[in-house]
Antibody
Framework: QVTLRESGPALVKPTQTLTLTCTFS??????????VSWIRQSPGKALEWLAV???????YYSTSLKTRLTISKDTSKDQVVLKMANMDPLDTATYYC????????????WGQGTLVTVSS | QSVLTQPPSASETPGQRVVISCSGS????????VSWYRQLPGTAPTLLIY???QWPSGVSGRFSGSKSGTSASLAISGLQSEDEADYYC???????????FGGGTKLTVL
């Protein structure tokens, strides 16, 4: 059974760096074709893909947020970490961790999401 | 502004069929597989269709996907009240070198 769970602060201040951790089970990120992604959704807005890391440690970032994002994995811990620098109130959103299948590039399992509010 | 264009809303009566479109370009839909997701209020999205027209296990056959050129569509037949949700298309964009979502379509079952 595949599960993903996001963890991190619920509240961050403007200009701070957000660090979110995705802890997953039921699959290995070292398996060919497996990827983990971070996706966010601002209140009342559409889904927005942030970053993807694949089994080979290749990384893909949103073009508009590339300079602020860093995604990494710890295969031994079954974790993926997302860092987003210079947080702004506009970054207030629910952040989802998700498993992506590379063959077809689709999300087949989602975490429940974690709401991050950016406010001073 | 999303790279993939979906109508912001759609509506239909119970039992009827509705089609939601997703328009892109050669660098995304034209070159890659499309997937579709449903998001019920207050919950995480779930996968409805992958690789343009494939069903994950557990998804009703009332949902079907298709792709033609640079556009894709999701059809929902036999509409039920519980189909009221937001629907998103997604694909890879070769120019952006990353995945992209559509802007989402809010479906209302009248």
């Amino acid at each position: 059974q595949v599960t993903l769970r996001e963890s991190g602060p619920a509240l961050v201040k403007p200009t701070q760096t957000l660090t979110l951790t995705c802890t997953f089970s039921g699959f290995s990120l070292s398996t060919n074709g497996m990827c983990v992604s971070w996706i966010r959704q601002s209140p009342g807005k559409a889904l927005e893909w942030l970053a993807v890391i694949d089994w080979d440690n290749d990384k893909y970032y949103s073009t508009s947020l590339k300079t602020r994002l860093t995604i990494s994995k710890d295969t031994s811990k079954d974790q993926v970490v997302l860092k987003m620098a210079n947080m702004d109130p506009l970054d207030t959103a629910t952040y989802y961790c998700a498993r992506v299948i590379w063959n077809g590039i689709y999300v087949d399992h989602w975490g429940q999401g974690t709401l991050v509010t950016v406010s001073s | 502004q999303s790279v993939l264009t979906q109508p912001p809303s759609a509506s239909e009566t119970p039992g009827q069929r509705v089609v939601i479109s997703c328009s892109g370009s050669r660098s995304n839909i034209g070159s890659n597989f499309v997937s579709w997701y449903r998001q019920l209020p207050g919950t995480a999205p779930t996968l409805l269709i992958y690789k343009n027209s494939q069903w994950p296990s557990g998804v009703s056959g009332r949902f079907s996907g298709s792709k033609s050129g640079t556009s894709a569509s999701l059809a929902i037949s036999g509409l039920q009240s519980e189909d009221e949700a937001d629907y998103y298309c997604a694909t890879w964009d070769d120019s952006l070198n990353g995945p992209v979502f559509g802007g989402g379509t809010k479906l209302t079952v009248l």
